[in-house]
């Protein structure tokens, strides 16, 4: 059964730094698409940073890009997303999520089949 657990969520002044983590197990194949997805309360879900297994893209939002970066630890299954000049409006929950096997980034955030329990970024002075 495949299990992701994020981390590294916290409390950060405008400007500042965060480095989410999600430790996966549970895979049966190196191949696995994984991504951050993000939600405020009462907002639709956004889908920030993608790595998709069948070609090794990594993809952003473009309200992210330039500030978030993925990268992955493939010897200790981890992955992570690293957020610098934060703005308040990247204050939500965040959570990784993956579609298992060879696959691309989904344009449907519900074709992701496993979810972590996700963890609290707040940006706030």
């Known amino acids: 059964q495949v299990q992701l657990v994020e981390s590294g969520g916290g409390l950060v002044q405008p400007g500042g730094s965060l480095r989410l983590s999600c430790t996966t197990s549970g895979f049966t194949s190196d191949y696995y698409t994984i991504g951050w997805v993000r939600q405020v309360p009462g907002k639709e879900r956004e889908g920030v940073s993608c790595?998709?297994?069948?070609?090794?893209?990594?993809y952003y939002a473009d309200s992210v890009k330039g500030r978030f970066t993925f990268s992955r630890d493939s010897a200790r299954n981890i992955v992570y997303l690293q957020m610098n000049r934060l703005k308040p409006e990247d204050t939500a929950v965040y959570y990784c999520?993956?579609?298992?096997?060879?696959?691309?980034?989904?344009?449907?955030?519900?074709?992701?089949?496993?979810w972590g329990q996700g963890t609290q970024v707040t940006v706030s002075s």
């Open positions: 999520a993956a579609v298992p096997g060879d696959s691309y980034c989904p344009d449907d955030l519900d074709d992701y089949r496993v």
């Open positions: 790595f998709e297994s069948v070609d090794g893209g990594t």
